[in-house]
């Protein structure tokens, strides 16, 4: 089992950036398939961008090109460097893994708050 921390959501304008992060405790982040989701209020959670075991990593539309999804394995950590952030970006942000590279995710972190003003 592992247990995930966000941390490092803020509020930022737009156009600025922003990395968060997901701390993993228990199993080491390349054991895992993990991801980025968010939440905004009044809307259905979302996917962001996701990165395999293998390292591979895949993007929303909305993320792709401004987002960057990566991981550090030796400090067992998972990042989310946002650029060029937008209003619309606003929302809490949740760290996601699952034991396999496909299908529902199995944990979740607490998650982190992400404001942008305009």
């Known amino acids: 089992q592992v247990q995930l921390v966000e941390s490092g959501g803020g509020l930022v304008q737009a156009g600025g950036s922003l990395r968060i992060s997901c701390a993993a405790s228990g199993r080491t982040v390349s054991n895992y398939g993990m991801a980025w989701f968010r939440q905004a209020p009044g809307k259905e959670r979302e996917f962001v961008a996701r990165?395999?075991?293998?390292?591979?990593?895949a993007y929303a539309d909305f993320s792709k090109g401004r987002f960057t999804i990566s991981r550090d394995i030796p400090k067992n950590r998972m990042y989310l460097q946002m650029n060029s952030l937008k209003p619309e970006d606003a929302a809490v942000y949740y760290c996601a893994g699952r034991l396999r590279d496909y299908g529902e995710y199995d944990y979740w972190g607490q998650g982190t708050q992400v404001t942008v003003s305009s």
């Open positions: 990165i395999a075991r293998n390292g591979y990593t």
